[in-house]
Structures are given as C-alpha cells and as structure tokens.
C-alpha cells in the first residue's frame, strides 16, 4: 500500500486548501463606510491614551485622550469620558469631556455630551443632549 494516502488525509486537504468565501456583515455590525475602520466593541474598556490614524468606531469605554487623524464615531452603547481630537465627530452615545473636531461634529438622537466643542461646522439632532460652550472655527482656505 505504498504511495496511498488515506481517505481522511485527502479531505482534510481538501478542506485546508478550500478559497475563504466573503463572509456578510453580521446585522448587528456598525456602518463599514469606509476602509481601515477599528472597532472597540461594547464590552471592551480602555484606560489610557488612544492615537490613531484610521477611522474608529467606539461602541465601549474610555477613559483617557482620544487623538484621530481621521472619523470617531462613538457608538449607542458607549461611555466615553475622554479629551477628543479628530477630523470628524459623530455620537450616539455618552461623552463627557472637550472635543475638537477640524470639521464637524455631529450629535444624533440619544447621544449625551457634556464639554465644550471646537469645530468648524455642528450638527445637535433632536433627541440630543448637550452641556457646554461651543467656539465655531473658520476653515483654513488656500
């Protein structure tokens, strides 16, 4: 029986070497708009400094500073008390603390804000709350 390869061998093989399939969102997912998008999930925590360059949606907690050269969205589930700097701000959920958004910020039904903003442009939906000062910045032109 030399040079026979058992049956079990060949299938495991087989499905080893099988083409990943595209797998679909789950429907509990946040919007994937756009590519390179971290998620922080509804039960993670974070205590600490978060610097990133990709876009990043935040469905848990932090406590800290959040520095983004590109989108925050802080999702429905979230409690943020944190500092935040990036290019654009969307909550659904809790936030307490300044943001500076080069921008917009934007506050949807059922977000919580407590702090002061800096922006360039706002956006405070109905069913939104906000405490706090807001200081409209002027878009750098060239």
Not at 50 to 71: K, M, P
């Amino acid at each position: 029986m030399e040079g026979c390869v058992p049956v079990y061998e060949t299938r495991l093989y087989r499905m080893l070497n099988k083409p990943v399939e595209k797998q679909t969102p789950l429907p509990n997912q946040p919007p994937s708009g756009s590519q390179g998008q971290t998620i922080l999930g509804k039960t993670m925590k974070i205590v600490g400094d978060i610097v990133s360059e990709e876009a990043l949606y935040i469905d848990g907690a932090v406590e800290g500073t959040l520095e983004l050269r590109n989108q925050l969205t802080i999702g429905p589930n979230s409690q943020i008390i944190a500092n935040v700097k990036a290019t654009e701000v969307v909550v659904f959920g809790s936030l307490r603390g300044n943001v500076e958004a080069v921008n917009r910020i934007s506050l949807r039904p059922g977000a919580s804000m407590v702090g002061d903003i800096k922006t360039a442009g706002i956006i405070i939906d109905d069913g939104a709350y906000f405490k706090g000062g807001i200081d409209i910045s002027r878009t750098e032109t060239s």
